[in-house]
């Protein structure tokens, strides 16, 4: 039987990027051949990798193992408060790039099995910087995904080229709209408002401001794309912070199936 061509863009997501991953095994389950991809800050790790030649299973593997902790080494508050006056960032961004390297080696955009896109934003600028394997075929993943995921006061602003760069999603966080024509699926973690519970600290506060923007952003692009040939799938219902260092194996899992069921529910209004 023969598969239908499809073009998958993937939202921000924090350490939640698991629900990507289960998206993409439910299009390739669902007789779809990904012939695109664009990623977001944790769905621009995914869909870089998937670009690079990882399978849904390999991908499932490498984010069940991941050490969180290692990843992002939060100490303790005074330490986290220095570091965001010297740097910009309560985390040292040197783990997380390491992990990027090792994961992608020093493939470029040119050479990914399929075409990527990555977003993040420039700030220098105040525009999304875009990376496609066309237009940038000598941008290593690494570095714009690392770029791309360079999440507001969390990790420091990336400089390249002269910008200061950080997380896609303060301009773009479903690059649904860079895709080409055709079947789209966009991936949107978490994409709806919730309430706020209690009364936030004051770092509680500013990360609800950014992912507030990002909400917002997320909403002006989905109601922008044709809605014909479009399908955006909302995983929902995981408890969880997006930046949760300790989430379990059993809440990852869940993440994954959430996404797989996300995405089926999804390309089925797409006209067969």
């Known amino acids: 039987m023969a598969t239908r061509s499809i073009a998958v863009a993937l939202s921000g997501s924090g350490l939640l990027l698991g629900a990507h991953i289960g998206a993409l095994r439910a299009v390739e389950q669902a007789g779809f051949t990904i012939a695109e991809i664009a990623g977001t800050s944790g769905g621009a790790i995914v869909a870089a990798s998937y670009a690079a030649g990882a399978t849904p299973d390999a991908l499932e593997k490498l984010y069940l193992s991941a050490d969180f902790h290692t990843l992002l080494p939060f100490r303790n508050y005074a330490v986290a408060a220095v570091r965001l006056l010297l740097t910009k960032g309560l985390v040292s961004p040197a783990p997380f790039e390491a992990w990027l390297r090792t994961t992608l080696g020093e493939i470029t955009l040119g050479q990914t099995r399929i075409p990527c896109t990555i977003v993040a934003s420039n700030l220098t600028t105040e525009t999304s910087e875009i990376w496609r394997s066309g237009a940038s075929p000598e941008m290593k993943l690494w570095q714009a995904v690392l770029a791309s995921a360079a999440f507001p006061l969390v990790?420091?602003?990336?400089?390249?080229?002269?910008?200061?760069?950080?997380?896609?999603?303060?301009?773009?966080?479903?690059?649904?709209?860079?895709?080409g024509t055709g079947p789209r699926l966009g991936v949107v973690v978490g994409g709806?408002?919730?309430?706020?519970?209690?009364?936030?600290?004051?770092?509680?506060?500013?990360?609800?401001?950014?992912?507030?923007?990002?909400?917002?952003?997320?909403?002006?692009?989905?109601?922008?794309?044709?809605?014909?040939?479009?399908a955006i799938a909302y995983v929902e219902g995981v408890d969880?912070?997006?930046?949760?260092?300790?989430?379990?194996?059993?809440?990852?899992?869940?993440?994954?199936?959430?996404?797989?069921?996300?995405?089926?529910?999804a390309l089925g209004t797409l006209v067969a």
């Open 155 to 179: 990790f420091p602003p990336v400089q390249l080229n002269g910008a200061w760069l950080q997380d896609g999603g303060l301009f773009d966080d479903i690059p649904v709209d860079l895709l």
């Open 240 to 265: 969880v912070p997006i930046f949760d260092t300790g989430i379990t194996i059993a809440v990852r899992q869940k993440l994954i199936a959430a996404g797989s069921q996300a995405a089926l529910a």
């Open 192 to 230: 709806r408002p919730t309430p706020l519970v209690g009364k936030p600290s004051l770092i509680g506060l500013l990360m609800r401001d950014i992912e507030t923007l990002f909400l917002a952003n997320s909403a002006h692009v989905v109601d922008s794309v044709a809605k014909d040939g479009t």
